[in-house]
């Protein structure tokens, strides 16, 4: 496999599957075992990759369960936690159950919370802290709308976003954070940003954790693209400089067409 400017900055590439509110723990079981056929084909070399699944919060322990049993290469994680730590919050999960199940990461301010759930930036920011409580390393999700987008406010839009979402962390927390830069017009639209929107944002993002902290913070921290990716275009944005990763919604209930993206290297060198 070729060396991309990412791993030559040890930053391993994180390929992440947002399953949403889709795949009950049955279906959930397929998918992962179509995935892990697909994923340990012996033609192709997906070790340099790290791939997170986030089922739904009721699929996660099996899934949990046949990566260990099996032994899969694969890190799970919450598609949310509260900001809270246990007691009366009926309907929440807190980080102490996904970190219970062996959980990796927690997504945290997905803009289908923020918009659904009018999750604002300060709960968003108490929910990467939770993460951080219980050995979670969040991914926090930032992005425009459609207006915002047009009227020319995206980067300063999520760049306050960022801000508040790691107000209060030390450097060392925020050197294993993860950002998704997700545009919300990009999300189940079809509609992708170009490779360059998200090189643009993602630079943005890790200058200013440049200035927020140092460069050996912001040149630890991984970036993510997400919305609309596919195999099809998930090389382009995966060799831009600035780019670590994407986060995969739709595409990543198909076990080939997210074994592709994972195998991004193999799409771009045929
Ligand atoms: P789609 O890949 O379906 O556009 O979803 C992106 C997303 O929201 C991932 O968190």
Redesign the pocket.
């Known amino acids: 496999m070729s060396t991309s400017p990412n791993t030559i900055l040890d930053r391993t590439p994180l390929i992440a599957g ?1 399953w949403k509110m889709n795949m009950d723990h049955v279906q959930g079981t397929g998918l992962l075992q179509q995935l892990a056929v697909c994923l340990t084909d012996a033609e192709h070399d997906y070790g340099s990759v790290e791939v997170a699944l986030f089922p739904p919060f009721t699929t996660l322990s099996v899934v949990r369960s046949l990566i260990q049993d099996d032994g899969l290469n694969l890190v799970c994680g919450g598609q949310d936690l509260s900001q809270f730590d246990g007691g009366a919050y009926t309907g929440d999960i807190s980080g102490q159950l996904l970190a219970r199940l062996g959980c990796k990461y927690a997504l945290v301010g ?1 803009s289908e919370r923020r918009t659904i759930h009018g999750e604002t930036d300060e709960t968003v920011n108490a929910k990467a802290k939770a993460a951080y409580r219980h050995s979670l390393t969040p991914v926090l999700c930032v992005g425009e709308g459609l207006d915002i987008r047009q009227a020319g406010r995206h980067v300063q839009h999520t760049l306050t976003q960022l801000r508040s979402g790691i107000e209060g962390l030390n450097s060392d927390q925020a050197a294993t954070l993860v950002v998704a830069y ?1 545009p919300v017009w ?3 639209t079809g509609e992708v940003a170009g490779p360059e929107d998200a090189q643009e944002m993602c630079h943005a993002i890790r200058a200013e954790l440049t200035r927020l902290f140092d460069t050996d913070v912001s040149a630890q921290v991984r970036l993510l693209y ?4 596919k195999a099809s275009n998930a090389a382009a944005i995966m060799h831009q400089t600035d780019v670590d990763g994407v ?5 990543s209930l198909d076990a080939t067409e997210f074994a592709n993206i994972a195998g991004y290297e193999r799409q771009a060198t045929p």
């Open positions: 947002n997905h997700e990009a999300i189940g997400g919305g609309s990716v986060l995969v919604g739709g595409a």
